[in-house]
């Protein structure tokens, strides 16, 4: 499967964006998917995931302020960020595990929130 992450950019402290994954090449609605990010000189880590049937899990970091979802009509997944604060500041990327076939990662969108 081939992942393209897009919506990152430069936001204020207290802004808004929405991530976006799409996928092509394989199945999608019934792959995990997750956004994971990677902070300069830090380890990636993530910071949510969703399953196929559409259970979520947070990072406790961003829990009530991002919101992941998918489109399987879209063969997409989302990454709504509230409430963004400078410690959001990282390159995103965008993870699909598929039984059978393992996972691929996408190439990453950078965010920046300035203070």
């Known amino acids: 499967v081939q992942l393209q992450a897009s919506g990152g950019g430069l936001v204020q402290a207290g802004g808004s964006l929405r991530l976006s994954c799409a996928t092509s090449g394989s199945a999608y609605s019934s792959n995990f998917m997750a956004w994971h990010r990677q902070a300069p000189g830090k380890v990636r880590e993530l910071v949510a995931s969703i399953t196929p049937g559409g259970s979520t899990n947070y990072a406790g970091s961003v829990k009530g302020r991002f919101t992941i979802s998918r489109d399987n009509a879209k063969r997409t997944m989302y990454l709504q960020m509230n409430s963004l604060k400078p410690e959001d500041t990282a390159v995103y990327y965008c993870?699909?595990?598929?039984?059978?076939?393992?996972?691929?990662w996408g190439q990453g969108t950078l965010v920046t929130v300035s203070s």
């Open positions: 993870y699909s595990y598929e039984a059978l076939k393992g996972g691929n």
